[in-house]
């Protein structure tokens, strides 16, 4: 994060960013207790491994499309010199 934001905003982007993990993290141990609670410990784990499950295949197919992009970028990249940025557009359309 330290590399992707500018130097007069890097503070607020680190704040930002650790309030929503804290959020979240409450949120998750909130649900956790609940469910631990409510229908015991064995709801929580199977609920826990619902989640890393459905993280890992959008992890997956996320860089599936990552590769992809990476491909049409050298695709596009391969049929220049280009002219005008028009002409880099109309490459990407007609991939």
Known sequence: MADTTPD????????IFNLV???????ASSLAGFLWHAYGSSAT???GAIFAGVAALSLTVMGKAEVIAKECVT???RRGPWRNFDA???ATLVL
């Open 21 to 27: 993990t804290g959020f979240t993290l409450l949120a």
């Open 8 to 15: 007069d905003s890097r503070g607020t982007a680190f704040g």
């Open 45 to 47: 784990f199977v609920v």
């Open 88 to 90: 880099v557009e109309f």
């Open 75 to 77: 695709l596009i990249h």
